[in-house]
Each structure stands twice: as structure tokens, then as C-alpha cells.
């Protein structure tokens, strides 16, 4: 039975609570190979097969920090390292310098991952990267995060009902655009839009229904009561929420520059630059609502298939 170590200190989370993508990951990751008679574990110890490196950092959810995993490796050369990479710097408004660290995980693995092509570009094209990379998106579990039921009709009452949610309340998650909307939504009594999370302190939202974060079933319900989802985030090297949008059966509008969400969210959705194009791009998926709900592959959004190309890679290395 191989033996497959995941760096986060105590496991995934065990309930469906806040958290975020990279402890998903591995709760979804970790109950796939189980079911494929791994072994899996948390701590460093002998006769490990494979490494997954989730954050090079030492913190509140991570055991090791990278020179620990280099340690381990120079006195077991057997083991393979892999090392799944959600994280750069332009995602902030202010540099965590995360990158070099990150840079010292890559050149210790034998296989990295990007979460999306629009990281793996960044990083190949920024620092002429000569690891072996390639890049899978995430996935959701799909006995949450499944499409709506017909009892959940789109556009009840002539209303248009979008919804975001967001884990961080950093300002690159998307407010340059809701709060604009927000200021906006009294001159369109037809359009609801409903904030889930944490939002940026620097702005209080006066049209804007906020509700508290939450998670799993809860936020599905919750999601699938609205008709389109929306992401305005910036740089984002592969989120979660819109992946959850869409798989609740929710075309996605999603902003220019949004990083990694392009690349899920062109084949069920329109991309926008600014608030006009936003209200145009609006009105253009009511109009064509089922067209857009039709072409949503939810199989693809599953975290079954995204642990399954990770599989792969494990087979191979």
C-alpha cells in the first residue's frame, strides 16, 4: 500500500466549515485515494511514497515548511515530491513575497501542478521555469455543488437574482466592481444581488444583501437560489466560488483580468471590462438563459475528476 503525505498540519476539514481551496483539495484528494486502498497521512515519517507540498510555509494550517520537505528528501531519495501551487504574489494588493519560496518547493519536486494555465504561464513565462509543470483545475464535490431542482425556476417574479461569494475580503477579490454595482442597483428595482462572506471594510454596502459566510450545503442551497453568478476578482490563480457557482447551474459573468477564471467560466458565461459592459453582458445571458445553463459540464466542475488527473500523475512519477 503506498503511503501519500499531504503537508497540512491536522488533515482536511472534517465537516464542510469555512476554509480554504487548498483544504478542500486535500479533503476531496485524501478521500479518493482512500477509496484507491492509499494510505494517507499528515506527518512526516518513514518509507513515504509521495509528498504533496500544498504551501512551502510553516502556519496555522500547514505542519512543514519547504526546508523540512528538502530535508526529508535528501535522506529518502525514493520519495516523490509534488508540489501544487494556488498562490503569487499579483494576487494581493500588497506582496507577501510568497514567490521565492515558492520557487524552492519547484525546483525540489519532481512533478509541479498549477491550479490553472493562467498560473502556470505566469510562472513559466516570468521565471523561465525548467521544472516539469503542468496545470489541473479544481473540483468541487458534486453531491453538494450540484444544479438546481425545478422548484428553484430561474427569474421568479421578473426578478434577475446574482450572488458572489468570497472566503477573503481582500479588495482584488472583486470590489472594485461590487461596490460600483451596489451604488448603481437603485436605478434597476428588477436586479437583486445578494453578497456571501466577508466584505472589504473599506466600503459598507447600501443595496447589497450581505449574509454571513458559510459552507458546504448551506452555501449550495443558498447559491442555487439565485439565477447568475458573478466574480469580479482579480489575478486570481484558481479560485473555488465560481466553479461552485457554475455547478450549481449558475451562468457566470466574470471580469478582464480575472486571472484563472477564464478558463472554466468562457464555456458558460461572459466576460465583462466595467460596469457597462457588466449590465450589457446581464442582459444577454437572461435573454439566453438556457443556452448558457445547457452548456455548463458539470462532470468537468467535479472534484472526481480533478483527483482523478492528480491520480494520474501519481501513477506516472
Known sequence: MKKVMFTLKSGPPKKNGAAGGGAFFVRNMARFLENNDYNVIYTLE????????????????NNYKIEDIIRYKEKNPNVKIIHRVNECDIKREKSINIEPLLLKAMKTADQVIFVSKWLESYFVNKYKLKQKTLSILNGVDSNIFHRKTLENSAFKDGKIRICTHHFSDNYLKGFHIYNKLDEILPDYPNIEFTYIGNYNKNYRPKNIKILSQCSGKELADTI??????????????????????????????????????????????????????????????????????????????????????????????
Open 224 to 317: 442555487r437560489r439565485h439565477d447568475i453568478y458573478i466574480t469580479a476578482t482579480q489575478n486570481e490563480p484558481g479560485a473555488m466560488h465560481y466553479i461552485e457557482g457554475m455547478a450549481c447551474g449558475l451562468p457566470v459573468l466574470y471580469c478582464v483580468g480575472g486571472g484563472g477564471a477564464k478558463e472554466i467560466c468562457s464555456t458558460a458565461g461572459e466576460e465583462y471590462g466595467n460596469l457597462k459592459e457588466f449590465m450589457e453582458k446581464l442582459q444577454k445571458i437572461k435573454e439566453n438563459y438556457q443556452d448558457y445553463v445547457d452548456k455548463i459540464d458539470n462532470l468537468y466542475l467535479s472534484s472526481n475528476r480533478c483527483s482523478q488527473e492528480y491520480f494520474t500523475v501519481i501513477n506516472s512519477i
Open 46 to 61: 518513514p518509507n513515504i511514497d509521495i509528498i504533496f507540498v500544498i504551501d512551502p510555509r510553516k502556519n496555522s494550517t
